[in-house]
């Protein structure tokens, strides 16, 4: 099996920053990307931000300029610096990971339990 655990989550005023952080453990021969989605009630899952293994990056348009994602690949980690935050920022924020566990086996997607993101104006 594969975990994703995330950190970091909390309350935070408009203007103010916040880190996430997520580790992935298990049963882990590679970790292809990585990556941070959000979703607020009645909507779909957004992608927020993701890194592939060899360092490239997307972003959704709206926190481009605000968020910075980066990853430990030594540690499987992932982690999405937040900053000038906006009440529209409020989300569960979920850590994401394509994950490989053996050399020969395929490559299957992995979430996180979701830390939450409150942004008060």
């Known amino acids: 099996q594969v975990q994703l655990v995330e950190s970091g989550g909390g309350l935070v005023q408009a203007g103010g920053s916040l880190r996430l952080s997520c580790v992935a453990s298990g049963s882990i021969f590679r970790v292809n990307s990585m990556g941070w989605y959000r979703q607020v009630p009645g909507k779909q899952r957004e992608l927020v931000a993701r890194?592939?293994?060899?360092?490239?990056?997307s972003y959704a348009d709206s926190v481009k300029g605000r968020f910075i994602i980066s990853r430990d690949n030594a540690k499987n980690s992932v982690y999405l610096q937040m900053n000038s935050l906006k009440p529209e920022d409020t989300a569960v924020y979920y850590c994401h990971a394509e994950v490989r566990r053996t050399v020969a086996a395929p490559t299957w997607s992995y979430w996180g339990q979701g830390t939450q993101v409150t942004v008060s104006s």
């Open positions: 890194m592939i293994s060899g360092g490239s990056t």
